[in-house]
């Protein structure tokens, strides 16, 4: 614990420790305890000495002796500095039991950097999980209330009686954005019987434990959360293994669907029925469009599906729009609270972007010539199922799962557009959705070849899945009260050059969700100096930003990221309309299982 700041925990890194020195230390400390130890035995032994002794020869009553009475107080006071000096603040003893704490926790360090060395993954959390048993009482009745949970199993059989049923209750909702996307997330797990069956059987717990995970007071949601999604992944498993072919696209890449984990797996299969649902609701998906903030022209890709990362279309480098003079991040909590601002600065575009993702580039001029890059990507801002708006519910599951999204096209196109060159140093950040859209990126081979990202931020962002490259300095922030980095169910890697710092600000005096932008700056404040371990990272991340260097100048620029549609198709209600119901059933064949199945396929 730093004073008022939260406890930390980093894993990973490449720091070089003689664990052997360590533990010579933890057994001199011992040692030395133990000889404080002997030390108070021996005054023990004098103080019964001292008592046991005769008393000097008593003068006739006749004849005053005043020497008696000065001999019993110097005993007195000599038997009391004895007793001061073995036991209470500032003893011997009190001495001994903080050298044996401090050689406790020398031989915990020595043991946790053991760990390491065999690339163990970080623990979940700092105080471990809660049983998520203990969700399974309790009255659905206190979480909801009496009406609501009363109307739950109802809405559930409206929304999986029919399309056309689902359709009209979402329509009678199309005032509130937040209500919708509630539905279309509900219609996507209903839309199955398998997803359905897990929703039914876990009802009681499932609603229990968001509530308790939106209180967020005891930091241990971010490990509950990811060994529950654990076990649920693993009971969802065979069902997405069934309904995915033998190899999927991850990235740009081709690769055996056995090599995913069941979590990825899972959300492979719900990104793909929520691009169906969606395409019902808001149109097929028709292309990317990445418009230079301030500037003119823009480029328009295929969907991400057809061209990943959009590495295939062309686009004209130079299209930045008008960039404005910034300043270049001078440490953690300052980039987590810029690319906040960032995310913020959409309400100030004007028409035309309210369904748009923003993002923002910054080109660092160097004193000495180089030129280097920062790129921030902030976090979901809409939980709809495919509208023109990137930064939503299926780039989450899309990322997660990790199929191509819009995101990622739209972030690569404005690097290219911006006109980063091969070489030319690039730092990436991203909160949240961001984090997983930055880190998907870092970890593709074709971006490696062509850009040198030597750096990677996140904070709060599910990113267990991005085999990120080992040369790569990697950094993720994780809040132990905040599940949304337990969504990927399983633990984020670590290794020589990639580290998870696990924050704890439950007893902080903080505002606001812990997964949300401010808290992380908050929790950050003074992280570098606070962790040598994450020296490398820090000059790593600096060399890009420009941190700490003199005649540095930053220039950013912004761009909006819109999802393209197609409304025909859509459906519109009425008996007359002959186009497709909406449905969360996928778009791509299903391959027929074989006969003798065998485990993984």
């Known amino acids: 614990m730093w004073g008022v700041g939260p406890a930390v925990v980093v894993a990973g890194g490449s720091v070089s420790v003689n664990t052997a020195d360590l533990d010579s230390l933890a057994s001199s400390l011992t040692s030395a305890a133990g000889s404080l ?138 005032d509130n954005e937040d209500s919708q996307a509630a539905v279309e997330a509900l219609q996507l797990l209903l839309s199955d019987p398998t997803t359905e069956q897990w929703v039914k059987e876990d009802l009681v717990r499932i609603v229990l434990l968001t509530r308790w995970l939106k209180n967020a007071k005891t930091g241990r949601e971010a490990s509950t959360v990811q060994t529950y999604l654990q076990q649920v992944s693993q009971r969802l498993d065979p069902w997405a293994k069934q309904r995915l072919p033998g190899q999927v696209t991850v990235g740009t890449q081709t690769v055996d669907t056995k090599s995913l984990t069941p979590m990825q797996r ?59 003079e910034s300043k270049s991040p001078q440490s953690i909590s300052e980039t987590i609270t810029h690319c906040q601002e960032v995310q913020s600065s959409k309400n100030s575009l004007g028409q035309g972007y309210e369904e748009a993702g923003v993002i923002s580039i910054q080109r660092v001029e160097h004193a000495d010539g180089r030129v280097s890059w920062v790129v921030y990507v902030p976090g979901t801002t809409d939980w709809t199922v495919g509208d023109g708006e990137p930064q939503d519910l299926l780039t989450n599951l899309e990322g997660v799962g990790g199929a191509p999204t819009a995101m990622e096209s739209g972030v690569v196109t404005a690097m290219r557009q911006a006109g980063i060159q091969p070489g030319e140093e690039v730092a990436l950040y991203g909160h949240s959705q961001g984090g997983i859209t930055v880190s998907n990126i870092a970890a593709d081979p074709a971006i490696q070849e062509r850009y040198n990202i030597t750096t990677v931020l996140t904070a709060g962002a599910p990113t267990a899945g991005a085999d990120i490259p080992d040369d790569v300095h990697a950094l993720h922030l994780e809040n132990t009260g905040d599940a949304v980095p337990g969504l990927d169910a399983a633990p984020t890697p670590t290794g020589p050059n990639r580290q998870v710092a696990m924050l704890d600000t439950h007893q902080m005096s903080t505002s606001g969700y812990p997964h949300s932008s401010s808290v992380y700056a908050q929790a950050a404040e003074g992280l570098e100096d606070k962790a040598p371990e994450l020296a490398e990272w820090n000059k790593s991340f600096s060399h890009a930003s420009g941190a700490g260097e003199q005649g540095t100048t930053a220039t950013e620029y912004t761009f909006a990221i819109q999802r393209n549609t197609d409304p025909n198709g859509v459906y519109q209600g009425g008996s007359t309309y002959r186009g497709k119901v909406p449905s969360a059933q996928p778009s791509y064949p299903r391959p027929t299982p074989s006969p003798q199945s065998t485990g993984e396929h």
């Open 37 to 174: 130890d002997d030390a108070r035995t021996l005054i023990a032994n004098a103080v019964t000495e001292v008592n046991m002794a005769p008393p000097p020869p008593i003068s006739p009553p006749s004849i005053p002796n005043p020497i008696l009475g000065g001999i019993d107080l110097e005993k007195s006071e000599a038997l009391q500095a004895l007793d001061a000096l073995s036991m209470g603040p500032g003893s011997l003893q009190a001495v001994a039991d903080t050298l044996r704490g401090i050689a406790s926790d020398v031989t915990a360090c020595s043991q946790a950097h053991s760990l390491a060395e065999g690339k163990a993954a970080p623990v979940n959390g700092l105080v471990g999980p809660v049983d998520v048993r203990a969700f399974d009482s309790g009255l659905l009745q206190m979480a909801l209330g009496a009406t609501t949970a009363a109307q739950f199993p109802t809405i559930s059989a409206l929304l999986a009686s029919s399309p056309a049923a689902s359709w009209l209750l979402y329509k009678l909702l199309e």
């Open 266 to 324: 899972v959300a492979m299969v719900l990104g793909a029925n929520a691009a169906s649902l969606g395409a019902g609701i808001y149109g097929t998906q028709s292309g990317i469009t990445v418009t230079p903030v301030g500037g003119s022209g823009a480029t328009v890709l295929p969907p991400a599906a057809k061209d990943p990362f959009g590495l295939a279309s062309a686009v004209k480098p130079g299209m930045t729009g008008k960039g404005k």
